[in-house]
């Protein structure tokens, strides 16, 4: 069965710390894989998306790293800000079709405290 | 910013109404999605549409339809609301693109969302 499994589900960490975020995928055959952003009462907003080849993708402060042996990808998020509170989804691609069926996580809820 | 619009961002009706959730596009992309997505839960796909006059049914079963008449839009209509059709329901869109292996690497840019609540 395809699935997306994300952890921690929920973490708190200090203004100006790192952290790290997990996603292990089951999805077979694998496309593309992507972290989503979602603030609070609004929709996904996509920070990076990563193909079979590429092992890792920065955008800003954002690092994602993928593992297509082990199916598995990483966010460090550097020096957090207090707006990085949000939930991030990683959504993983199958290539079976044109569509690109899409498999969500759950999201890990994050929240940076002053 | 993506250029993706929804209305209404909430609407708390009773129940038996029918009520058409609006989202609109101005980025002229093909595809267009709806999703449902609960509380600590991952979004579901209930509808899609490759393009005008095309749509599909999606992975989540869903008693609300769909039409699309232009690129634009892509309305969503509950004909009879019930207390389970309370959920967040977020539109999205896509380019067409699509890889060398024939599968699509495009993102989707999703709208605000619109919390529905049905008492």
């Known amino acids: 069965k395809n699935q997306v499994e994300q952890s921690p589900q929920s973490l708190i960490i200090l203004e100006g710390k790192n952290c790290t975020l997990q996603?292990?995928?089951?999805?077979?055959?694998?496309?593309?894989l992507r972290w989503y952003k979602q603030d609070t009462g609004r929709g996904p907003v996509s920070l990076t998306i990563?193909?079979?080849?590429?092992n890792t993708k920065s955008n800003g402060r954002y690092t994602a790293t993928l593992d297509a042996d082990t199916k598995q990808s990483s966010l460090h998020i550097t020096a957090s800000q207090l707006s990085d509170s949000a939930s991030y989804i990683c959504?993983?691609?199958?290539?079976?079709?044109?569509?690109?069926?899409?498999?969500f996580g759950r999201g890990t809820q994050l929240t940076v405290w002053p | 910013e993506a250029d993706i619009y929804q209305t209404p961002r909430y609407l708390v009706i009773g129940t038996g109404k029918k009520i058409t959730l609006e989202c609109s596009q101005t980025?002229?992309?093909?595809?267009m999605y709806w999703y449902q997505q609960d509380p600590g839960m991952e979004l579901h796909l209930i509808h899609y549409?490759?393009?005008?006059?095309?749509?599909e049914k999606g992975d989540l079963s869903s008693e609300s339809t769909v039409s699309r008449i232009r690129t634009e839009h892509f309305p969503l209509t509950l004909e009879s609301a019930r207390p389970s059709h309370t959920s967040q329901y977020l539109c999205?869109?896509?380019?067409?693109?699509?890889?060398?292996?024939?599968?699509?690497?495009?993102?989707?840019?999703f709208g605000p969302g619109t919390r529905l609540t049905v008492l």
């Open positions: 999205a869109s896509s380019p067409d693109i699509v890889n060398v292996l024939g599968a699509s690497t495009d993102t989707q840019y």
């Open positions: 996603c292990n995928y089951t999805v077979s055959p694998f496309s593309n």
């Open positions: 990563m193909t079979f080849s590429e």
């Open positions: 959504v993983v691609s199958d290539r079976g079709s044109t569509l690109g069926r899409l498999y």
């Open positions: 980025m002229g992309h093909d595809k």
């Open positions: 549409s490759y393009g005008v006059n095309s749509t």
